[in-house]
């Protein structure tokens, strides 16, 4: 069982950043791909963006995000960041990390899921 813990969630205005963190409790996440997602209240869930394995490290994002997120590994600190800029009041959402053993990038079947992290932006 892989537990995935998200942080870095928050308040802030419209153009500013925040970096989220995706961590496995000390365990390395190398050997998965790691995908973010988020909900909005009354929405359904969304992929934002994706990472493949340490030996891929090939990525993936929404077409709204893209140019404004980024998605990396530190395998050192064994944590995924979504770095997060300009943001926009529809970036306001509850976000997931989530893992599975793809080699690639992935949108879709993952096994393993945080208890997300608040981002709301707001003025």
């Known amino acids: 069982q892989l537990y995935l813990v998200e942080s870095g969630g928050g308040l802030v205005q419209p153009g500013g950043s925040l970096r989220l963190s995706c961590a496995a409790s000390?365990?390395?996440?190398?050997?998965?791909?790691i995908g973010w997602f988020r909900q909005a209240p009354g929405k359904e869930r969304q992929f934002v963006a994706a990472?493949?394995?340490?030996?891929?490290?090939?990525?993936d994002y929404v077409e709204s995000v893209t140019g404004r997120f980024t998605i990396s590994r530190d395998s050192a600190a064994k944590t995924i960041y979504l770095t997060m800029n300009n943001l926009k009041s529809s970036d306001t959402a509850t976000y997931y990390c989530?893992?599975?053993?793809?080699?690639?990038?992935?949108?879709?079947?993952?096994?393993?899921w945080g208890q997300g992290t608040q981002v709301t932006v707001s003025s």
């Open positions: 990472i493949g394995w340490i030996y891929n490290n090939a990525t």
């Open positions: 989530a893992a599975n053993f793809a080699v690639g990038p992935s949108r879709t079947k993952y096994d393993w």
């Open positions: 000390g365990f390395s996440l190398d050997h998965h791909a």
